[in-house]
């Protein structure tokens, strides 16, 4: 599945009375729901041993890990401009907890934690277009 593909199957589940997709392509995994709120949430995977996110660089050697964004896409801190943001440096972020939101065609994604991490940086400001891979945070595993 290339990124194109990807973001035609979100606009069109978007557009779509459908809750809920599962497509699975070879080890690649995508996941979309659409929330009680209107919103969606989309998480692709790659399930190839060993099995971990396609949003997350992890290299295996170093201490600080990248945090990269699946698509391209606007950039948001927090869920409101009112709100504080989701994570800052210094936040003690558990698995699955909200670091940002990436909206692409008018679709609200939650990026979400693999694993329990702190946050050693974070490199998109608010408003921040962001392309495929792009770095968004540096984490430490905890």
């Given at each position: 599945?290339?990124?194109?593909?990807?973001?035609?199957?979100?606009?069109?589940?978007?557009?779509?009375?459908?809750?809920?997709?599962?497509?699975?392509?070879g080890?690649?995994?995508?996941?979309?729901?659409k929330?009680?709120?209107?919103?969606?949430d989309?998480?692709?995977?790659?399930?190839s041993?060993?099995?971990?996110?396609?949003?997350?660089?992890?290299?295996?050697?170093?201490?600080?890990?990248?945090?990269?964004?699946?698509?391209?896409?606007?950039?948001?801190?927090?869920?409101?401009?009112?709100s504080?943001?989701?994570?800052?440096?210094?936040?003690?972020?558990?698995?699955?907890?909200?670091?940002?939101?990436?909206?692409?065609?008018?679709?609200?994604?939650?990026?979400?934690?693999?694993?329990d991490?702190?946050?050693?940086?974070?490199?998109?400001?608010?408003?921040?277009?962001?392309?495929?891979?792009?770095?968004?945070?540096?984490?430490?595993?905890?």
């Open positions: 599945m290339n990124e194109q593909l990807i973001l035609s199957l979100i606009d069109k589940f978007n557009s779509s009375n459908i809750t809920e997709l599962d497509l699975q392509e080890n690649l995994r995508l996941q979309l729901r929330l009680s709120s209107g919103t969606a989309a998480v692709i995977t790659n399930e041993p060993p099995a971990k996110s396609l949003h997350l660089g992890i290299p295996a050697d170093t201490s600080a890990e990248k945090i990269t964004s699946p698509i391209v896409a606007t950039y948001y801190a927090s869920p409101n401009p009112e504080a943001p989701f994570v800052t440096v210094g936040t003690k972020v558990k698995a699955g907890e909200t670091l940002c939101i990436l909206e692409a065609m008018k679709m609200m994604n939650h990026l979400e934690a693999d694993y991490c702190e946050i050693l940086e974070v490199f998109a400001s608010n408003g921040d277009l962001v392309e495929y891979e792009q770095a968004l945070f540096s984490v430490k595993r905890l």
